[in-house]
């Protein structure tokens, strides 16, 4: 009984403590040392790679139109895996690492495509990392269902940095406020 409690205390700790140490730094108005990482599953596919730029490059322009001209994606880096074909235009990870990532492409953990932020704080507390499919990135046919890549970069974005919740729940349209008000969800 003893060591399930210090088990449970030990679990709150952990939740109560930020999830992750991001590299992301914020210099003049630049998100740099943003990471991208490739889960080791996800087979060989330099579309991939040109996909994740592309949908950088949009992101930003949006990011940059939605936070007034102030921010904007400086300096991004895409962890291959090593199960890929070695090649000249990579190089050796240094601090980052797949656990650090701010974005991770990996196949589903639940059913679909669905672009999602894993966030375990309330409104306000940034999140682990946004969690995004090969098929997310590769597929055009899904940008009907979620939108340009580059909009849904930046929507799971806001969760992400600032713990920004879905303006929108189909579920529950409602939440208590911290004066215990039942709200509407905007």
Known sequence: MKIAGILFLASIIQLSQPARDSLVKLVNNGYEEVIFAISPKTPENQKLIENIKKMVAEGSNYLFQATGNRLYYKSVKIL???????????SRPKRESYDKADII?????????????LQYGGCGEPGKYIHLTPNFILNDRVLRLYGPRGRVLVHEWAHLRWGVFDEYNNDIPWYLSKKGKVEATR
């Open 80 to 90: 291959i895996p090593n199960t890929w074909t070695a090649n000249s235009t990579y």
């Open 105 to 117: 492409i990996a196949d589903p953990f639940t059913q679909g495509d669905f672009p999602y932020t």
